[in-house]
């Protein structure tokens, strides 16, 4: 029997009853076995001294690994997925990150092939809700005339970040967060950011979107344009605060126009305008030179 076909068969067996065949050489990148690769000896596990080249390539196998105790995890693994995750969260576009991503998408296997999924994920939620506290509170102590770029930095800094940790927990997501919770680490990671900087600051925000909106060159459009599709993206809800601003960024939001409505369009325009100066905005009057 082949390596190929007796993989496949192992597959179809229960958990319980699978025993250890190697990966098919295609799926390791037609990689073989190095010298130092655990050896399955009699049912046991053996190690022989030496590089590994699956272990290098981030190929593990379960029944092979030693045991990672919730010490190990909190005292070896989670530690350097702490420190890799403050990098990515933390960096600037174009910031060369000193992190080994084979290293990191290892470590997340290894605990998740451990059972460690649930720690992990608690401790992946309050890492980064912790951060975007910080990052909420910084923004509330922005001046005005920085306001916007900084939500923008924000705002940019944090999903990019998220291009770089969801790969690095693919394996938690799909084996604990698709599997037991229902739902996706993106999207959860995106809700942590809509719930702990975007809705602390939305009524802030807007009424200065609206205000660099008609007062040239105060706000480029690019940056205008990043936080209307971003504020979007995290609840299109929020198109009816601003629906005229949005419309100028994101197609085909806003039904087609009908005469007899436009009177109506007027009022819920005068009606955000009111609530607007409720909150605090205070429309701008200048006066002609």
């Given at each position: 029997?082949?390596?190929?076909?007796?993989?496949?068969?192992?597959?179809?067996?229960?958990?319980?009853?699978?025993?250890?065949?190697?990966a098919?050489?295609?799926?390791l990148?037609?990689?073989?076995?190095?010298?130092?690769?655990?050896?399955?000896?009699?049912?046991?596990?053996?190690?022989v001294?030496?590089?590994?080249?699956?272990?290098?390539?981030?190929?593990?196998?379960?029944?092979?690994?030693?045991?990672?105790?919730?010490?190990?995890?909190?005292?070896?693994?989670?530690?350097?997925?702490?420190?890799?995750?403050?990098?990515l969260?933390?960096?600037?576009?174009?910031?060369?990150?000193?992190?080994?991503?084979?290293?990191?998408?290892?470590c997340?296997?290894?605990?998740?092939?451990?059972?460690?999924?649930?720690?992990?994920?608690?401790?992946?939620?309050?890492?980064?809700?912790n951060?975007?506290?910080?990052?909420?509170?910084?923004?509330?102590?922005?001046?005005?005339?920085?306001?916007?770029?900084?939500?923008?930095i924000?705002?940019?800094?944090?999903?990019?970040?998220?291009?770089?940790?969801?790969?690095?927990?693919?394996?938690?997501?799909?084996?604990?967060?698709?599997?037991?919770?229902?739902?996706?680490?993106?999207?959860?990671?995106?809700?942590?950011?809509?719930?702990?900087?975007a809705?602390?600051?939305?009524?802030?925000?807007?009424?200065?979107?609206?205000?660099?909106?008609?007062?040239p060159f105060?706000?480029?459009?690019?940056?205008?344009?990043?936080?209307?599709?971003?504020l979007?993206?995290?609840?299109?809800?929020?198109?009816?605060?601003?629906?005229?601003?949005?419309?100028?960024?994101?197609?085909n939001?806003?039904?087609?126009?009908?005469?007899?409505?436009?009177?109506?369009?007027?009022?819920q325009?005068?009606?955000?305008?009111?609530?607007?100066?409720?909150?605090?905005?205070?429309?701008?009057?200048?006066?002609?030179?």
């Amino acid at each position: 029997m082949g390596i190929s076909q007796a993989a496949t068969q192992e597959r179809d067996k229960p958990p319980a009853l699978r025993s250890w065949v190697p990966a098919p050489a295609a799926s390791l990148g037609e990689a073989s076995p190095g010298p130092g690769c655990l050896q399955l000896a009699r049912g046991r596990e053996a190690r022989v001294p030496g590089a590994c080249d699956w272990l290098e390539k981030g190929i593990l196998v379960p029944g092979l690994m030693n045991v990672i105790t919730i010490e190990d995890y909190k005292s070896t693994y989670w530690p350097k997925l702490d420190g890799a995750i403050d990098q990515l969260l933390t960096q600037s576009p174009g910031d060369y990150i000193p992190i080994s991503y084979e290293q990191i998408y290892s470590c997340v296997y290894k605990c998740v092939c451990q059972q460690h999924s649930e720690q992990m994920y608690s401790d992946l939620i309050k890492k980064i809700t912790n951060h975007l506290e910080r990052v909420s509170k910084e923004l509330q102590a922005s001046p005005p005339d920085l306001y916007i770029e900084r939500f923008n930095i924000a705002l940019g800094q944090y999903m990019g970040a998220l291009q770089s940790i969801v790969p690095l927990f693919i394996y938690m997501n799909k084996f604990y967060i698709e599997t037991k919770l229902n739902r996706d680490l993106k999207d959860d990671l995106i809700k942590l950011f809509t719930e702990h900087v975007a809705e602390k600051h939305i009524y802030s925000l807007m009424p200065l979107l609206l205000e660099a909106q008609s007062t040239p060159f105060q706000v480029t459009p690019s940056t205008m344009a990043n936080i209307v599709k971003g504020l979007y993206t995290l609840r299109p809800e929020w198109v009816q605060m601003a629906p005229t601003l949005f419309s100028k960024f994101i197609p085909n939001i806003l039904p087609p126009a009908v005469e007899s409505e436009l009177s109506e369009y007027a009022a819920q325009d005068q009606k955000l305008q009111r609530e607007l100066m409720q909150n605090g905005f205070m429309r701008q009057v200048f006066s002609p030179l």
